[in-house]
Structure formats: structure tokens, C-alpha cells
């Protein structure tokens, strides 16, 4: 069916259920301003009227002029006429008279030709269009516009027919190839604009790095790439518009710009950064987890014939460390850091290899991070106590959109440390068993999120261990598992985070799955992540998350789809998340969900009944950990403790040679063992099928 354009068409003209014959002619440019229309194919008047057949021929001039003319004047049409065009259901076709403005790429439409100098009654840019045959009925064709509206026309015959078709295509594709050509002018003119900063010496009362030249050339930068992601979606969507048997080919594309390309990408790479000033105070920005820190073609020595270490959760503590980081301030050094590293950066560039300054880091471990997103442990043990599937996939469904405000504290996008292949991070939680019933059973006494619940006695809770190890740098995969043996449950997740710059953010995809298995009742839910994104990196950053997951459960047939919807570019709220709950085999919606994962959800389900969960009021089990001097040389607190110190100090000076020293260390080790040809084996995590799981999981020695 068709848009707003065709919504118009109503009535007038005389409804016709078949094609009319059609008047279209060609006009010669003579001396019109589209005099140069003959070059680009447009057939002569006189050829046009022996395919139009009948109908008196337009003069130079006649046609009023296009809404994108200017001061009044007028174009010569490159071909007009009459088309059947389809409108609705109800008045199905009608006779239209048709008038195809190459020079300013549009397809207008009038009620009649006596109706063409008024304004037309719809519009069509043919800017990348996709102009296609049909067989639905005789002599038709379709129109694509890049923007999603859809002409179906029908000729007189197949002559006149091919007349349009032919004529569209060369339009469509003429301003495609002038689209490609601005693009390639305004990159021209922006790179000699970064040119003309990076020209300017280096000191003085204008250099190359004053804050408003930077920031100059870092929105240049990312307005010409967002234009070129703009292009391409606009491209997408024709080729998900138009039909199997006529899919755009590579002379059809809307763009034939292929985003800028610089050097810059290779001063990235090569350390130029290294010559800018270090910042030495506060944080003032920093992105999300991903693998876009510090480049660590580094890796720590194996240990020979090593196995898993024996982690004793008796030695565990409370984990009172303060993770609260600093608002961000306006430190006009670290600003400038952060503007030559954005004005250098290409649109969809991979941030792997990209150097980022020390003070963005967040006091973590991105290994800890992962941990954190398991802070309400006594939602993830209520699910055994479903009494039905049902039951328990929907507590699944409410563990999971509650365990993300946790793991993202703040409001601020931070940046973990970026694991180093082998680095590991251990803990557990103590859960007391009142704690955990089903939500189906009466609710257990509130607690406030400022408090700790803690059984005063071991033997009254549920001991959930958590084990997570870094085992690939390229790509950067981590790997988690936790299990309760009491409940039988158990979780495995690999996950590998590629980013990419997006212009004035930063996009994190969360590649991988988990599996959730309930031994006890034979169950396993598989389920994937959702993507995240680091907003406005220029002034005060912002964490959202985004994208569709899956949860699913074979055996029972229940399914789960979860959506973190990101804000709208105007309007709309924030951290809006929306789920629904399927019987698969009965197509029956058991449950639905909405609200912000880090804040209020409301959960409806089929039996009319509904419930409200504030995340900011559930109560945060702590994890319980051994101290620095009991811990390994590459568990993460013990591993990345010196660059801690220094970034709680504050002294950004200190914390950057510390990183440097590990990963200087960790690039001995690597070449020592590409010297003895010695693989990486990981201690916890062996490789199976496309993923990796646990070396001694649950489900195999129980």
C-alpha cells in the first residue's frame, strides 16, 4: 500500500478500473534551463509520440515549475503523460497524469493535464530509487523512493511502458552519481579544512590543538561521516523495499561514496596520540566496556602444565570497596585529548586498535563488571521454585531485566579495564534460603537497597560462586559461569564486545550467548545480550542500551523477546525496555513487560494480575572475595591494583606508566611464546562448537 502521497489521491478524475490510454511524450529541451537532459538519454518529442499515441504535445515551457525551482522559473518536463496509478483497495486505479522533472529529480502527479500548473497532488524524489517491473497486472511498474513511499503505474502498453521505466532509472541514477559527487566535494573540503589545523605550528597564540579548532575538526569529522551512515540507511531501506526479482545492483546504489578516507586512522594505530598532553586530574569522560582500550598485543606467560587454581570461598570477605567514581568536571586538557582522538576517527571504525588515554578507565575490570550484573543473586535462585515452566521462564524474564542497573551504577558511561588474556576474577555471594521463594508465593519482607541481607548463619543460605577468565585477545572474548549446587542451577555465558565509532557515540555489540540450565528440572534458556552505547562523548557522557534479545527454552517450548529500545533522536524517554513472554506451541502471550531496566518495570501477566519491581529499591547482595595478598598474579584486583591506586590518587601521570609497564610485561611473555611456538591454553574454559564452557560444570559431575 502506499504512503502519504497516495493518501491525497481521493477522488476527482474519474475512477477507472483498468489502465487509460496514456499522452506521454518526451519533450525536447530546446532552450530550457534542462537543455542538457538529450545527453543523458531522455528521448526526443517526436520519438515519445509515436509510443504515447494521441494527445496534443506540450511546448517548451509549459510545465509549471517543480516545488525545488527557484524564483518562478520554469521547466521543461523530460517526459509527461497520462498513467494509471494504484491508490486503495476501494477505488482501486485511476487515470493520473504523470510528469517527470529530470532536472530536479521528481515524479509529480495531477489529477488531469489541465491540473499541472496547480500544485501536484504527490511527489516523489527519485534521488536512489528503485524503479522495477511487475507482473501483478499488465503493464505495470512500480516506483521505490529512498524514503520508503511506493508508486504502483500501470501504462497504456509494453512500448510506453519501457518508455518510463527507462526514463526513471536514468533519473534515479543521475542524481545518485551527483549525491556521490557532493559527497566527494564536501570530503574534500573537510580534509582540507583538517588540513589548514594540523598546518598551524605548535605553539603560539593559534595552534593546532586550541579547544575550538579541536573541536572544529572533531564535529566535521563526525557531521561528513553521519551524513554517509544517513546515505546508506536511506540505501538500505530501498533494498529492503523493493522486490526479490528486482533488487538494486552496484551501478544502482544510492551511494558511491565510500565515507572519508584519512591517515588518521594510521596515526591512530602507529601511537601519534602519545604526543598530546597527558591529563592529570579527574575523569571527565570515558565509554563503555569494550574491547576499544588500551592496544594489548600483550599476554601473560602460561603457567607449564598448569591447572585450574583451587579458589577456597572460606577465605572470602564482604566486599566493602567504594567503586563510586568522580562526576565529570571541566578540564579543558583531557577535553583536548578527547577532541584530536574524536576528529580522527572514521564512522564504523573498529575501536580495538584505537589508543585511549588512561583517564577514562573506570576502577574495574570489565571481569567485575560482569560479576555486578549478578548483584539481586536471590531473584536468579527463585526460578527453581517455579512450580511450572511458565513459572519459571517468567522469573527468568524478570531476573534478567533487573540485573543491568547494577552492573551500569551511575548515570555516567565509564570505561572498564580492558581484560588481558588469562586474567581472572573470583567471588560468591552468600544468599539466605527465606530469601528465595517463588514470586508466586507470599512476598518475603521488603528490604531497603541500602541494606546488605547476609544469613547469620552459613548453613541458613545458598552459596552462589562465580568464576569469569579472559580467553582470547583476538578477538576479545570473556567467559563467566556461576553455579549454586544446593539449587542445581547454573549459568555458562561467552562474550565477545566489538565497538565501533558512530560520529558523537560510541556503540558496543555484546556478541554471544548464555545458558541458564535448572538441573533438576531438565531445562536450559538460552539467551543473548543487548547492545550498549556511550551518548554525547563531547560534554556529559551517557550510557543506554539497545537492541532486541532472545530468551528460549526448547524443551518447554517458551520464549522470551526483550527490547532496549535507545531514545528517539526528538523527544521520547530514555532506558525504555519492553518484553513479552510466548507459549510457542499454543502462540499464546503469557506475559508482557515495560519500563526503564534501570528503573521502574511493570509486568502484566494472563491472568490479568499485575506487578511493579523498582530496581533501585532491590536489595544488592555483596560479593564476597579474598583479599589482595591471597589472591593470583593475574585475578584482577590483584592484577590492575597499582593502576587502581593511582586513578583513586587522582595522579593520571602515574597510573599511565604503571599500564604501561604491565603491558610492556605482558609483550615480553607474548613474544617469548611465539618464540617457542607455545599456544595459549585458558585454566577454566575449554572451546566447544562456536562457544566456551566451564572446564567442570554442574550438569556433567551432578
Known amino acids: 500500500m502506499e504512503r ?9 478524475g474519474g475512477g477507472s478500473n483498468s489502465s487509460s490510454r496514456s499522452s506521454s511524450r518526451a519533450t525536447s529541451a530546446g532552450s530550457s534551463p534542462s537543455c542538457s537532459l538529450a545527453g543523458r538519454g531522455v528521448a526526443s518529442r517526436s520519438g515519445a509520440a ?63 493535464e489541465q491540473s499541472k500548473h496547480q500544485k501536484p497532488r504527490g511527489v516523489l524524489s527519485l534521488s536512489g ?35 518510463w521505466v527507462t526514463q526513471l532509472r ?51 569529522a563526525a557531521t561528513l561521516s553521519c551524513l554517509g551512515e544517513c546515505l546508506s540507511l ?40 602519545g604526543s598530546l598532553p597527558s591529563a592529570s586530574a579527574n575523569i571527565t569522560w570515558a565509554i563503555l566496556p569494550n574491547s576499544a582500550e588500551e592496544e594489548h598485543n600483550s599476554q601473560p606467560e602460561p603457567e607449564p602444565d598448569s591447572g585450574p587454581e583451587l579458589v577456597l570461598s572460606e577465605e572470602e570477605q564482604s566486599d566493602n570497596e567504594d567503586k563510586g567514581e568522580v562526576e565529570p568536571g571541566a578540564m579543558e586538557d583531557q577535553r583536548s585529548v578527547i577532541l584530536h582522538l574524536i576528529s580522527q576517527l572514521k564512522l564504523g571504525m573498529d575501536l580495538t586498535k584505537v589508543v585511549l588515554p588512561t583517564f ?40 534478567y531485566l533487573t540485573a543491568f542497573h547494577e552492573g551500569r551504577k551511575g548515570t555516567l558511561a565509564k570505561k572498564p579495564y580492558n581484560p588481558i588474556i588469562g586474567e581472572t576474577f573470583h567471588c560468591s555471594w552468600e544468599v539466605p534460603k527465606d530469601r528465595v521463594k517463588s514470586k508466586w508465593t507470599s512476598p518475603h519482607p521488603p528490604i531497603s537497597a541500602h541494606e546488605h541481607p547476609m544469613a547469620d548463619d552459613p ?23 556461576c553455579e549454586c549446587k544446593e539449587k542445581r542451577l547454573c549459568v555458562n555465558t561467552h562474550v565477545w564486545t566489538k565497538s565501533k565509532f558512530m560520529g558523537m557515540s560510541v556503540g558496543v555489540s555484546m556478541i554471544g550467548e548464555g545458558v541458564l540450565r535448572l538441573l533438576d528440572h531438565g531445562e536450559e534458556y538460552v539467551f543473548t545480550l543487548p547492545s550498549a552505547y556511550a551518548r554525547s562523548i563531547l560534554t556529559v557522557p551517557w550510557v543506554e542500551l539497545g537492541g532486541k534479545v532472545n530468551i528460549s527454552c526448547a524443551k518447554t517450548g517458551y520464549s522470551a523477546t526483550v527490547t532496549f529500545h535507545t531514545k528517539p533522536f526528538y523527544g521520547g524517554k530514555v532506558h525504555r525496555v519492553t518484553a513479552e513472554v510466548k507459549h510457542n506451541p499454543t502462540n499464546t502471550i503469557v506475559c508482557k513487560a515495560h519500563g526503564e531496566w534501570n528503573g521502574t518495570l511493570e509486568f502484566t501477566y494472563s491472568n490479568g494480575e499485575t506487578k511493579v519491581i523498582d530496581t533501585t529499591t532491590l536489595p544488592v547482595y555483596p560479593k564476597k572475595l579474598r583479599p589482595l595478598e591471597k589472591q593470583g598474579p593475574m585475578e584482577s584486583r590483584n592484577l590492575w591494583q597499582e593502576v587502581t591506586h593511582y586513578l583513586r590518587l587522582g595522579d593520571i601521570d602515574a597510573a599511565t606508566e604503571q599500564k604501561r609497564r604491565l603491558e610492556e610485561r605482558q609483550r615480553v611473555e607474548e613474544r617469548k611464546r611465539e618464540t617457542l611456538r607455545t599456544p595459549w591454553r585458558p585454566k577454566y574454559f575449554i572451546p566447544e562448537g562456536d562457544g566456551w564452557v566451564y572446564f567442570n560444570p554442574l550438569w556433567k559431575t551432578h
Request: glycine content about 10%; overall charge neutral; aromatic content about 8%.
Open 4 to 12: 502519504a502521497a497516495q493518501s491525497t489521491d481521493g477522488g476527482g
Open 50 to 112: 509515436g509510443l504515447g499515441g494521441g494527445g496534443s504535445r506540450s511546448s517548451p515551457g509549459s510545465v509549471a515549475a517543480s516545488p525545488s525551482g527557484g524564483g518562478g522559473r520554469r521547466r521543461e518536463p523530460a517526459l509527461e503523460g497520462v498513467l494509471s496509478k494504484y491508490t486503495n483497495l476501494l477505488q482501486g486505479w485511476q487515470s493520473r497524469y504523470f510528469v517527470l522533472d529530470f532536472e530536479a529529480g521528481l515524479l509529480q502527479y495531477f489529477v488531469n
Open 129 to 163: 530509487a528503485i524503479v522495477s517491473l511487475s507482473d501483478e497486472a499488465p503493464h505495470m511498474l512500480v516506483v521505490y523512493s529512498a524514503n520508503g513511499e511506493m508508486y504502483k503505474l500501470r501504462a497504456a502498453d509494453s512500448k510506453e511502458k519501457q518508455l
Open 170 to 220: 536514468a533519473c534515479a541514477k543521475y542524481h545518485m552519481e551527483m549525491s556521490s559527487k557532493m559527497m566527494n566535494q564536501v570530503e574534500g573540503q573537510q580534509k582540507n579544512l583538517v588540513h589548514a589545523i594540523e598546518s598551524l605550528p605548535g605553539s603560539g597564540p593559534l595552534t593546532a590543538l586550541d579547544q575550538d579548532l579541536l573541536l572544529l575538526k572533531a564535529t566535521s
Open 234 to 273: 536511506l540505501q538500505q531501506s530501498v533494498r529492503q523495499a523493493a522486490p526479490p526479482s528486482h533488487k538494486p545492483g552496484a551501478s544502482e546504489t544510492i551511494l558511491g561514496w565510500h565515507g572519508p578516507t584519512s591517515h588518521s586512522t594510521d596515526q591512530l594505530k602507529n601511537g601519534t596520540l
Open 360 to 399: 577514562i578507565l573506570e576502577k574495574r575490570s570489565l571481569l567485575e563488571m560482569y560479576a555486578d550484573f549478578m548483584a539481586h543473586p536471590d531473584l536468579l535462585l527463585a526460578i527453581t521454585a517455579g512450580a511450572t515452566p511458565e513459572e519459571r521462564v517468567i522469573s527468568f524474564v524478570e531476573y
Open 459 to 481: 548453613s541458613k543460605s545458598y552459596k552462589l560462586r562465580f568464576v569469569a577468565e579472559q580467553v582470547s585477545h583476538h578477538p576479545p572474548i570473556s567467559c563467566f559461569y
